[in-house]
């Protein structure tokens, strides 16, 4: 394989759980690892539980538009996909009244947002880092499928680094075995890739409709299998509907930034204590 310089393109924060991203240029990086702004809000049903794409198909069909100019949001438009009409909340009254009742409308049920500024509301509590994927992984595994084009799969997949300057799935040199990670620094910012993410029902899905795409999984995992590259594969591949990097970031490493243009070295595996 031809030498790389894997820099980051593009930075993605998912400032509502589950509902859209917006770019960003840089970001700082919070309490447990995560970065300023990313699923720092996050939607709870009358039982706690996340009301999220996994569990609910209807959040797909939510648009949001962000407003700001850091990672941070000041305030966000809402509205009905395909519909013109919408509703503008402000980020620090978003977790109260006109917002929550607009929400649960749309969803047909009651539900409650919370906020949380430092670390968010990540899906893995252990490896609360930014997840990590190439743009040549999302235009190779767009093509893949009929119909989808680079940024709708971006928009499935739901990474926050995106990473320019190498091949499809090099990625996957982020990530050992499981006694293993591995230590990387972007932009002289340690990191330490933990896994290849075990993906759910979301991508399956329409990002703005909910609808699931005839098939989807089982092409996803047969082309996975047929694409593996030489550095990848490993005991994590119990099965292969696996794809982008979940890191952890050292907790001497919190309040750095990240930005767009740094560029990612990788160090090497390091042993996982207890």
Known sequence: MAE???????????????LDGRSAESAEIVTNGGLAGDREFALFDSDGEYVNGKRERQIHRISADYEGTHAGIKAVELSRHGEHTSQRFSADGLANGMAVEWLSDELGYPVSLARNRQGGFPDDTHAAGPTIISTATLET????????????MRRRLRANIEL????????????ADRNH????????????????CQRCVV???DPD???????FQETFIKKRRETMPEWSGGEWFDHD??????????????????????????????????
């Open 4 to 18: 790389s310089t894997p820099t980051v393109e593009r930075l993605t924060v998912y400032p509502i759980k589950s």
């Open 141 to 152: 595994v767009a093509s893949w499928f009929d119909g989808i084009s680079t940024e709708n």
């Open 164 to 175: 320019g300057g190498v091949a499809a799935f090099w990625e996957d040199h982020l990530f």
């Open 181 to 196: 990670y591995v230590e990387f620094t972007i932009g002289g910012v340690s990191y330490r890739g933990v896994n290849p």
């Open 203 to 205: 991508p399956t899905r």
């Open 209 to 215: 409709t909910g609808e699931a795409y005839d098939g």
């Open 241 to 274: 509907f696996r794809l982008m990097v979940n890191t952890l970031v050292p907790n001497s490493a919190w309040g750095n930034m990240i930005n767009v243009g740094d560029q990612l070295e990788v160090g090497g595996p390091i042993e996982i204590d207890g």
